[in-house]
T-cell receptor, first 114, second 113 residues
């Protein structure tokens, strides 16, 4: 089945130690997104790629970066994780600008910072 | 700035009851509205997608409606089951051409056997 796959499902990292989360998709969608969801809060968009064009949300901390080496893969890099970065990180895709065809989400990566 | 509100924040019902979850949004210039289900500690599962030109969508026991002019959507769940227990999130997409999918905080539903 075509889908969005996130690895790992659970990630524990040390305070200040760089960490990378990965997302892959078999849907061949043009647009890929990274959302952050803290406990009992709404998911919040960090950034998105339309093909290779990177779009950062204005309030996304500089500590967060992303790479999209090809259509299928997208990575979220957290350069120096702090305790406040502990959250569920959700990857999503859509086929068209503005998500006209709807969005498909992965199962998420829960990040714990110790 | 688009804001999405979901009421109630939590809902507990007995099995078999029909129920309605509410979602409101402040800017009617949207491309679509999507309802998701989220189980504890898990990602989002898409339930229904309503394009801005549509009034409602149905899937099994679920029916979602959209009234763009009033900035409201409802998710109707018929004959609720314990397996329906989850958090239901409403999200609006494509506000003003933006890529941003803006979410509500969700309604936590508990269906008691």
């Amino acid at each position: 089945d075509a889908m969005v796959i996130q690895n790992p499902r659970y990630q524990v990292t040390q305070f200040g130690k760089p960490v990378t989360l990965s997302c892959s998709q078999t849907l061949n969608h043009n647009v890929m997104y990274w959302y952050q969801q803290k406990s009992s809060q709404a998911p919040k968009l960090l950034f998105h790629y339309y093909d290779k064009d990177f779009n950062n949300e204005a309030d996304t901390p500089d500590n967060f970066q992303s790479r999209r080496p090809n259509t299928s893969f997208c990575f979220l890099d957290i350069r120096s994780p702090g305790l406040g970065d502990a959250a569920m990180y959700l990857c999503a895709t859509s086929s068209r600008v503005g998500g006209v065809g709807g969005y498909t989400f992965g199962s998420g990566t829960r990040l714990t910072v110790v | 700035k688009q804001e999405v509100t979901q009421i109630p924040a939590a809902l507990s019902v007995p099995e078999g009851e029909n129920l309605v979850l509410n979602c409101s949004f402040t800017d009617s210039a949207i491309y679509n509205l999507q309802w998701f289900r989220q189980d504890p500690g898990k990602g989002l599962t898409s339930l229904l997608l309503i394009q801005s030109s549509q009034r409602e969508q149905t899937s099994g026991r679920l029916n979602a409606s959209l009234d763009k002019s009033s900035g409201r959507s409802t998710l109707y769940i018929a004959a609720s089951q314990p397996g329906d227990s989850a958090t239901y999130l409403c999200a609006v997409g494509g506000e003003g051409g933006s890529e941003k999918l803006v979410f509500g905080k969700g309604t936590k539903l508990t269906v008691n056997p």
